[in-house]
């Protein structure tokens, strides 16, 4: 059984999830990337989710969020549970879409954090030897339209949902740099410079190992059931929290482990029929079963400036 987490409004969060079998269930195409945006906007519109930065690669995607309301379990469940259901009746599939396990949900707890988040989401398919530049990705990538404060937009999958449906025509999907994270225009400056030097950096990496990038032609001819032929590393770290600075992590994990220990003890009293408190933060009992639970902290110390 997983740990269960501490959700808590006013926090960044990097989000990602891997295809079943490493297969390139999200290889770039029209349908593929419209489905990816529209789905993405709607979910983060209904559970009040601020999106900062998406990237869907060929078998994975990240996306660095705020989440300003406490609601992030609520949006990635609609987003999964949507795009699996939608891409897999594009593909004409009937199993399952994502790899078994938990999304990966990694907590940014510092400016520091997110920018270096932000700029490894941006540039994960150079990373990946995929493209030698960011705007060369033919996959969703939210990159250029951050900087330039324009939105994504998309329409209703017509191959998945009905026209008469609940579901709106197109989604605007606004990537929002948050005032908690700083001046937008000075974010927007820095990302920049950053993106342009892990560009320049990987290129001359590239230059001296003799390696090349696989291309955009390659990446949209691969097939949708194919998988990468290198050997996924196994049994590895699954982080919970990203923080440079050592004293910052320090106290975020032990903050968890707090809320853990403080969660099992009211779980274990209310099991067993005695009055507990649950700890500020617990989700899934206080929505499906109205458990009590202790109020949260201030908002000025869920955030940062």
């Given at each position: 059984m997983s740990l269960p987490r501490e959700v808590v409004p006013g926090r960044f969060y990097m989000i990602c999830r891997r295809c079943v079998l490493r297969q390139f269930l999200l290889r770039p195409d029209d349908v593929t990337n419209n489905c990816f945006i529209y789905l993405l906007g709607e979910a983060a519109q209904r559970a009040g989710i601020d999106v900062i930065l998406p990237v869907a690669m060929s078998n994975h995607y990240h996306v660095v969020i705020f989440d300003r309301h406490g609601h992030y379990p609520e949006f990635m469940y609609r987003f999964h549970q949507l795009l699996a259901r939608s891409l897999n009746a594009h593909r004409g599939r009937w199993e399952h879409f994502w790899a078994s396990g938990s999304p990966g949900v990694v907590r940014l707890v510092d400016k520091e954090d997110v920018m270096r988040m932000l700029v490894y989401v941006a540039t994960n398919p150079i990373k990946d030897h995929l493209v030698d530049k960011v705007h060369h990705w033919p996959g969703v990538n939210g990159y250029a339209a951050l900087l330039a404060g324009k939105p994504l937009t998309a329409t209703r999958p017509r191959h998945f949902f009905r026209a008469e449906g609940p579901m709106p025509r197109s989604v605007t999907l606004e990537l929002v740099i948050p005032p908690e994270l700083g001046d937008p225009d000075e974010i927007r400056r820095e990302l920049k410079a950053?993106?342009?030097?892990?560009?320049?950096?990987?290129?001359?990496?590239?230059?001296?190992?003799?390696?090349?990038?696989?291309?955009?032609?390659?990446?949209?001819?691969?097939?949708?059931?194919?998988?990468?032929?290198?050997?996924?590393?196994?049994?590895?770290?699954?982080?919970?929290v990203a923080a440079k600075d050592k004293w910052s992590r320090t106290e975020a994990l032990l903050r968890n482990r707090e809320f853990v220990v403080e969660y099992r003890d009211a779980r274990t009293r209310w099991l067993a029929g005695i009055a507990a408190i649950f700890p500020p933060g617990t989700y899934w009992l206080r929505r499906f079963a109205g458990v009590p639970v202790a109020p949260l902290p201030s908002p000025s110390t869920l955030s940062f400036n």
């Amino acid at each position: 059984m997983s740990l269960p987490r501490e959700v808590v409004p006013g926090r960044f969060y990097m989000i990602c999830r891997r295809c079943v079998l490493r297969q390139f269930l999200l290889r770039p195409d029209d349908v593929t990337n419209n489905c990816f945006i529209y789905l993405l906007g709607e979910a983060a519109q209904r559970a009040g989710i601020d999106v900062i930065l998406p990237v869907a690669m060929s078998n994975h995607y990240h996306v660095v969020i705020f989440d300003r309301h406490g609601h992030y379990p609520e949006f990635m469940y609609r987003f999964h549970q949507l795009l699996a259901r939608s891409l897999n009746a594009h593909r004409g599939r009937w199993e399952h879409f994502w790899a078994s396990g938990s999304p990966g949900v990694v907590r940014l707890v510092d400016k520091e954090d997110v920018m270096r988040m932000l700029v490894y989401v941006a540039t994960n398919p150079i990373k990946d030897h995929l493209v030698d530049k960011v705007h060369h990705w033919p996959g969703v990538n939210g990159y250029a339209a951050l900087l330039a404060g324009k939105p994504l937009t998309a329409t209703r999958p017509r191959h998945f949902f009905r026209a008469e449906g609940p579901m709106p025509r197109s989604v605007t999907l606004e990537l929002v740099i948050p005032p908690e994270l700083g001046d937008p225009d000075e974010i927007r400056r820095e990302l920049k410079a950053r993106v342009e030097a892990a560009e320049a950096a990987l290129a001359d990496e590239r230059r001296r190992t003799g390696r090349r990038v696989l291309g955009r032609r390659a990446v949209l001819a691969q097939s949708p059931s194919a998988q990468p032929a290198t050997v996924e590393p196994r049994r590895g770290l699954n982080p919970r929290v990203a923080a440079k600075d050592k004293w910052s992590r320090t106290e975020a994990l032990l903050r968890n482990r707090e809320f853990v220990v403080e969660y099992r003890d009211a779980r274990t009293r209310w099991l067993a029929g005695i009055a507990a408190i649950f700890p500020p933060g617990t989700y899934w009992l206080r929505r499906f079963a109205g458990v009590p639970v202790a109020p949260l902290p201030s908002p000025s110390t869920l955030s940062f400036n």
